[in-house]
């Protein structure tokens, strides 16, 4: 299995800035499966969050963490 990271990004013109989704080190090995839609990443990413011990913070609009709710759970 390939684990990957998930970026989105935005295609409105050549300017747009590529929002970046990065993966703590307590997360990166945590692997995930199920059916989401890749159009909306906003929806999977909420979803992963209900589904895993996974917290998402925003550090900018444009820069996103997923970290660990409790390292001892993963």
Known sequence: ?????????SSTNSRAITPALRC????????????CQLTDT??????LQRTYPIRLRSITPYWTLVEAIDSARI
Do not use: E, K
Not at 24 to 35: E, F, P
């Open 24 to 35: 703590a080190a307590d997360v990166a090995d945590l692997r995930v499966s199920g059916i």
């Open 42 to 47: 906003d929806a999977t990413l909420a979803l």
């Open 1 to 9: 299995m390939q684990t990957t990271c998930v970026s989105r990004t």
